[in-house]
């Protein structure tokens, strides 16, 4: 499989890899995290959540990890298909209160056959 | 089910010129979003509305006003447009009073400022 390091901005891997995208996050306090999937000329779609009570979140293929002590989320896709190209943005809830995400600048997923 | 519906798709103006984004959502969310994306910057908010009769700044709100006209619709204006404006605009919803959930996204509007 593939890793990256933070904010890279593009990730290219060959289809049956398992991909890695990092995201750091800006505020301690952010207590929701999501990840984001955008293919292109259309709006974000959900991927995987995750609360800051928790470590780690699986789903079908993909997998959150959230490290508080570094503000680091990182998400894995097992298995990367070319259907899996695309935008990927981490976002947190930065309100205490709840009432929105701030998005991250979003990584390029590139799979090839 | 349509979900986020956005309009225009797609539109031309010049510096100075206003018009306003339409946005409208069918699945009874309280809170609603615009957002908008430019190269290298991700999503950026704009303004956002918690619930009905409320709305609140985001991240980038200057040059821009909302109404959030009933539950189902949630507006953009641009008063007098500039270049710095040209961008895709999105807007969102979703159920809780708040962020914390998944965001719903309309298809975006493409907006060019010459």
């Known amino acids: 499989g593939e890793s990256v390091g933070l904010h890279l901005p593009t990730l290219s891997v060959q289809e049956g890899d398992n991909s890695i995208i990092n995201c750091a996050y800006s505020n301690s306090a952010s207590d929701y995290f999501i990840w984001y999937k955008q293919e292109s000329g259309k709006g974000p779609q959900f991927i995987i959540d995750i609360r800051s009570n928790m470590d780690k979140r699986q789903g079908q293929r993909v997998t959150v990890l959230l490290n508080k002590t570094v503000k680091h989320l990182s998400l894995q896709i097992a298995a990367t298909q070319p259907g899996d190209s695309a935008v990927y943005f981490c976002a947190e809830n930065i309100d205490q209160a709840g009432t929105a995400l701030i998005f991250g600048k979003g990584t390029t997923l590139s799979v090839s056959s | 089910n349509a979900g986020v519906t956005q309009t225009p798709k797609f539109q031309v103006l010049k510096t100075g010129q206003s018009m306003t984004l339409q946005c409208a959502q069918d699945?009874?969310?309280?809170?609603m979003y615009w957002y908008r994306q430019d190269p290298g910057m991700g999503l950026r908010l704009i303004y956002y509305?918690?619930?009905?009769?409320?709305?609140d700044k985001g991240e980038v709100p200057n040059g821009y006003n909302v109404s959030r006209l009933n539950k189902r619709e949630f507006s953009l204006r641009l008063e007098s447009a500039a270049p710095s404006q040209t961008s895709v605009y999105f807007c969102?919803?979703?159920?809780?009073?708040?962020?914390?959930?998944?965001?719903?996204f309309g298809e975006g509007s493409r907006l060019t400022v010459l």
């Open positions: 969102a919803s979703s159920l809780p009073t708040g962020g914390d959930g998944e965001l719903f």
């Open positions: 699945m009874n969310h309280n809170s």
């Open positions: 509305s918690a619930s009905e009769g409320t709305t």
